[in-house]
T-cell receptor
Framework: RKEVEQDPGPFNVPEGATVAFNCTYS??????FFWYRQDCRKEPKLLMS???SGNEDGRFTAQLNRASQYISLLIRDSKLSDSATYLC???????????FGTGTRLKVLA | GAGVSQTPSNKVTEKGKYVELRCDPI?????LYWYRQSLGQGPEFLIY????????DSGLPNDRFFAVRPEGSVSTLKIQRTERGDSAVYLC???????????FGEGSRLTVL
C-alpha cells in the first residue's frame, strides 16, 4: 500500500462547479499536510497547507480528518484556470521528508 | 536568480553512461530535496539534505544513485550505469528547513536510450 493515495482522475467538471478531492495517508505519525498544484510539464507549487482545524483560502478549502487519516480539498466556483494536477503531500512528525501522492487531475470545461 | 535552478534542463544519454544533474537552491535554504517524477505519477522522494549531510536517503533506488552537497548549497545527483528505467524528470526543491513550503526547480528531464 502506498503511503499517500489519491484518485488519479481525471475529474471533468463544468465552469462554476464545486469539486472535492480526497487523499488518504497510511502512517498515523504523519504530522504536516499540504496541497500542491502542478500544471502540465511544470514544477509543483504550494497551493495551501492543511491545518487541524481546517482552513480556507478564497475558493479553496482544505480539511484534515486524523481519525480516518485523510485530507480533502474543496474547490468552489471552478475556473478554467483551475485545470491542473493537485498533489497531496504528507510528512511525518520529526522529519522533513515530504511524501507526494500520485496527484488528481482536474479539467474544468467551458 | 531568486528561484531554484537545475541544469541541464534536458539530458539524453545512452544506456550504461554516467550522468550528473545539478541543483542550485534558493540562497539561505538549508534543506534540499531530490525527487523523480515519471509520466502520470507524483514526485517520488529520493533524498534530502539538511546542510551538507544527507538527512534521509531512503528513496534512492539502488547504489547506482548518489547525491552530494559538499558546501551546503549546490547539490549534484549522480547516476552511474544508467538504465532505460531511469528516464524521468528529476526535480530538485529547497526549503527553509522547517515544515513548510518547498520551492521546486523546473526539473532535469533525463532520457536514457
Amino acid at each position: 500500500r502506498k503511503e499517500v493515495e489519491q484518485d488519479p482522475g481525471p475529474f471533468n467538471v463544468p465552469e462554476g462547479a464545486t469539486v472535492a478531492f480526497n487523499c488518504t495517508y497510511s502512517n498515523s505519525a504523519s504530522q504536516s499536510f499540504f496541497w500542491y498544484r502542478q500544471d502540465c510539464r511544470k514544477e509543483p507549487k504550494l497551493l495551501m497547507s492543511v491545518y487541524s482545524s481546517g482552513n480556507e483560502d478564497g475558493r479553496f478549502t482544505a480539511q484534515l480528518n486524523r481519525a480516518s487519516q485523510y485530507i480533502s480539498l474543496l474547490i468552489r466556483d471552478s475556473k478554467l484556470s483551475d485545470s491542473a494536477t493537485y498533489l497531496c503531500v504528507v510528512s511525518r512528525s520529526g522529519t522533513y521528508k515530504y511524501i507526494f501522492g500520485t496527484g488528481t487531475r482536474l479539467k474544468v470545461l467551458a | 536568480g531568486a528561484g531554484v535552478s537545475q541544469t541541464p534542463s534536458n539530458k539524453v544519454t545512452e544506456k550504461g553512461k554516467y550522468v550528473e544533474l545539478r541543483c542550485d537552491p534558493i540562497s539561505g535554504h538549508t534543506a534540499l530535496y531530490w525527487y523523480r517524477q515519471s509520466l502520470g505519477q507524483g514526485p517520488e522522494f529520493l533524498i534530502y539534505f539538511q546542510g551538507t549531510g544527507a538527512a534521509d536517503d531512503s528513496g534512492l533506488p539502488n547504489d547506482r544513485f548518489f547525491a552530494v552537497r559538499p558546501e551546503g548549497s549546490v547539490s549534484t545527483l549522480k547516476i552511474q550505469r544508467t538504465e532505460r528505467g531511469d528516464s524521468a524528470v528529476y526535480l530538485c526543491a529547497s526549503g527553509a528547513g522547517e515544515a513548510g513550503e518547498l520551492f521546486f526547480g523546473e526539473g532535469s528531464r533525463l532520457t536514457v536510450l
